[in-house]
């Protein structure tokens, strides 16, 4: 019979403390022959100083669409469990300043100092995109009431990496001008389809060579619809990010908030400067931030109904006390993301954890 070495475990949640058997052939492995196969692996870190962005992408989702009964062209209960998920990720990963969400995807800003996970690539992918599938799927019951969830979703990942804020700024400007021109082109074809009773085929022949005018004035002539007039969320995307929100007892505390914005021009970076700010908790110059400018009141935020349970980031948000302003609410979310970058440093050492023309298969499929 072999030797067998036992490890205690304990499970903080019960303070139960198991014996596990431990081989000692499991014990000698990692000195072993065989232990040159760790040189297989990819060396992937993230340039330093950089952005980094996590995209996910709906995979085969026209398909999964279908299957479930999506309303076309938009179904408010799917962005929202979109949203919801995101928000999930978001409270989860700190180190995330941004998200930006349409139709079947979703974008994660990371902080350009991040060193979660040693800035590795494909661990930072990994983690966003499971946590995002499996928050879909947790919360599919609360968005989508007594409709069964037919097989389960999936969503394929990206790591791109922006040096400058301009480079971020123009990325998240290239998703949003997407919007407009998917969205658009969803509302033609789909009225096409459901209200005129044309085949796909047919539709996409109406619709092909046309520009945003001649769409736009397809829907008001046939439709009667005005597509300014469409609900914002459609045309201009979702926007996540870090707000502190009055709790009613004289402190602010950190909340995910959704905003539906223009982030392509200007305003919306002079109103959120905490966004650009958070790039780097070393670097940061508070006096580029006006200290008079007021925060936004959460009664001036676009909040979707599937947000109001959004939780708080963690229990050690500092009290900001006076009237708020962009200055010491991006002192104090600097506070909560390095509380949370320490909290997940340590953790990780406890546990030793390692646009313009739209694909018309796309343009359906939301």
């Not at 919801?84 to 979703?106: N, P, T, W």
């Not at 968005?143 to 301009?166: I, M, N, W």
């Amino acid at each position: 019979m072999k030797p067998t070495l036992f490890t205690s475990v304990i499970r903080p949640s019960t303070q139960m403390v198991i014996n596990k058997p431990l081989s000692l052939t499991a014990l000698t492995m990692a000195k072993s022959k065989y232990e040159y196969v760790k040189d297989f692996e990819v060396e992937d870190k993230c340039l330093p100083n950089c952005w980094i962005v996590v995209r996910i992408d709906g995979r085969g989702f026209s398909k999964f669409a279908d299957a479930h009964q999506f309303v076309k062209p938009n179904d408010i209960a799917a962005l929202e469990l979109m949203n919801r998920a995101a928000v999930a990720v978001m409270e989860d990963f700190r180190e995330i300043v941004l998200s930006y969400g349409q139709s079947d995807e979703y974008s994660f800003v990371f902080r350009k100092d991040t060193q979660l996970f040693k800035r590795r690539g494909s661990k930072l992918m990994s983690n966003v995109n499971s946590l995002f599938t499996s928050a879909y799927v947790y919360h599919w019951p609360r968005f989508f009431r007594g409709r069964e969830l037919h097989y389960p979703p999936s969503f394929d990942a990206r790591v791109v990496l922006y040096p400058t804020d301009k480079n971020l700024r123009d990325y998240l400007a290239w998703r949003q001008a997407d919007v407009h021109v998917n969205n658009l082109y969803n509302t033609c074809f789909w009225n096409l389809v459901l209200k005129k009773k044309m085949t796909p085929t047919q539709a996409e022949e109406k619709l092909r060579g046309t520009l945003a005018a001649h769409k736009n004035e397809l829907l008001f002539q046939e439709f009667g619809i005005n597509y300014n007039n469409e609900p914002p969320t459609f045309r201009k995307g979702t926007t996540l990010v870090r707000k502190l929100v009055p709790d009613g007892n004289g402190r602010l505390k950190p909340l995910v908030v959704a905003l539906v914005d223009d982030i392509i021009g200007d305003r919306f970076w002079k109103e959120n400067p905490e966004v650009i700010g958070l790039k780097s908790l070393a670097t940061f110059q508070p006096s580029s931030v006006p200290s008079s400018a007021p925060l936004p009141s959460p009664v001036g935020l676009v909040v979707h109904p599937g947000h109001v349970a959004h939780r708080q980031m963690n229990n050690k948000s500092p009290a900001v006390t006076g009237r708020p302003n962009a200055l010491n609410a991006l002192n104090a979310l600097n506070a909560t993301a390095e509380d949370g970058n320490v909290e997940r440093i340590q953790d990780m050492d406890k546990h030793k954890m390692q646009c313009d023309q739209p694909e018309s298969d796309r343009s359906r499929s939301k």
